[in-house]
């Protein structure tokens, strides 16, 4: 992180907050840039992030900077990166981002910013919260994290170890893969998981919602993502619609095999489905 002497983050939310927060603690030598679309947002920041450059003016803000982390939904990275790449930027000027999909993603900036020789790698720091915002940003969100950066064969190894570099000093624990990787991995670890409380939500209160009164640790435990938001993550879906697909597709199928187990009153095949899974469940590292 000591080759970095200006961040500028676009988007003060959850994620661009915490980014913040982070390194005013762990390297409050670093200069720190904000870009908020709307003055109250960066009113916002003045008030929460004292010593943070705040501006709604993107020029202003990505002027000097040796970083760019884009933290906006994946949806509207591409106009901001088209924005960014008409200004003046500086020569060693790495642009990465927080985004939760990165086929498509990848390919587009990688473009964007070619035209103006800049370096585009995909970053995604597996961390959050179905809070969002400025005021739920924390300075431990990315302690012990997995952060999956997606270099490609346009990647020059001298930027992709300074981000690796920065995302190490932030506390993250950083893997590498293909963009096509992530997607399917981040499908199966992330976007599934969401889908699912989705489902197990509307399938438990759509038609009763009283029943909420008798609700234990388990059901609030099993569907506390399906609080994120609504906008957020039907982008996500969109962006990586082949992989959700994919791995809903798979979730069926296995629920199919439990409906068929209970019609049958196949304990036996019943009891080696929920070992299976506790087995496979039990190799999750303890946090």
């Known amino acids: 992180m000591s080759a970095e002497r200006s961040i500028a983050i676009f988007s003060p939310g959850l994620l661009g907050g915490s980014l913040a927060k982070t390194i005013q603690q762990r390297k409050p030598g670093i200069e720190i840039r904000i870009w908020a679309r709307r003055a109250d947002a960066v009113d916002e920041v003045r008030r929460d992030l004292p010593g943070v450059f705040a501006s709604d003016d993107l020029g202003e803000v990505i002027r000097g900077a040796s970083l760019a982390v884009l933290c906006m939904p994946v949806q509207h990275m591409a106009d901001i990166a088209r924005s960014i790449a008409s200004c003046d930027l500086a020569e060693d000027l790495i642009v990465t981002d927080v985004g939760s999909v990165k086929g498509g993603l ?120 399906a609080g994120g938001d609504p906008a957020m993550w039907a982008g996500i879906f969109l962006q990586n619609r082949a992989e959700v697909i994919a791995a809903l597709q798979d979730a069926s199928g296995v629920m199919t095999e439990l409906l068929e187990m209970l019609r049958t009153m196949d304990e036996e095949a019943l009891r080696r489905f929920l070992a299976r899974a506790k087995a496979l469940r039990d190799l999750l590292p303890a946090v």
């Open 106 to 225: 990848v390919s587009e900036l990688e473009a964007i910013f070619a035209g103006v020789q800049t370096a585009f790698i995909g970053s995604h720091p597996m961390a959050g919260s179905q809070k969002t915002g400025l005021t739920n940003a924390r300075g431990d969100l990315f302690h012990q994290a997995a952060c999956i950066i997606t270099p490609t064969e346009n990647t020059r190894q001298a930027d992709l170890d300074r981000l690796r570099t920065f995302w190490l000093k932030l506390g993250c624990r950083v893997q590498e893969m293909t963009p096509k990787k992530h997607d399917h991995t981040v499908a199966r670890i992330s976007h599934l998981p969401h889908a699912m409380a989705v489902l197990t939500t509307l399938a438990a209160l759509g038609e009763d919602a009283s029943v909420l009164d008798s609700t234990a640790g388990g059901f609030r435990d099993t569907t506390r993502i």
